[in-house]
């Protein structure tokens, strides 16, 4: 069993910026970020393999967001930049036990993590 414990979570100015890290306790596949806001579905984030050679994101933050991954300390990262207020949301880790692929389906991941709030205010 892997646990994934958020970080980095806060409040924001919009245009602002938040780094989110996610530490595991055990060796990972690939690893994605998801969020959800209130009153809507969870939504994929972004997405990245193991080797940090594929990375895969939502079209609304290409380009603001960067996800990266120490494999030595097990730990992925969500670097948000350019924040808007509809980056508002609850932004959970998650974690593929078994895949060297990335996926968006909330469902090929087997662990994840408490969540983190971002609230970026206009």
């Known amino acids: 069993q892997v646990q994934l414990v958020e970080s980095g979570g806060g409040l924001v100015q919009a245009g602002g910026s938040l780094r989110l890290s996610c530490a595991a306790s055990?060796?990972?596949?690939?690893m994605a970020w998801f969020r959800q806001a209130p009153g809507k579905e969870r939504e994929f984030v972004a997405a990245i393999s193991w080797s940090a050679g594929t990375t895969d994101y939502i079209g609304s933050v290409k380009g603001r967001f960067t996800i990266s991954r120490d494999n030595a300390k097990n730990t992925v990262y969500l670097q948000m930049n350019s924040l808007k207020p509809e980056d508002t949301a609850v932004y959970y880790c998650?974690?593929?036990?078994?895949?060297?692929?990335?996926?968006?389906?909330?469902?090929?991941?087997?662990?994840w993590g408490q969540g983190t709030q971002v609230t970026v205010s206009s």
């Open positions: 055990g060796r990972t596949f690939s």
């Open positions: 998650a974690a593929d036990s078994k895949s060297f692929s990335v996926y968006r389906v909330p469902g090929q991941y087997d662990y």
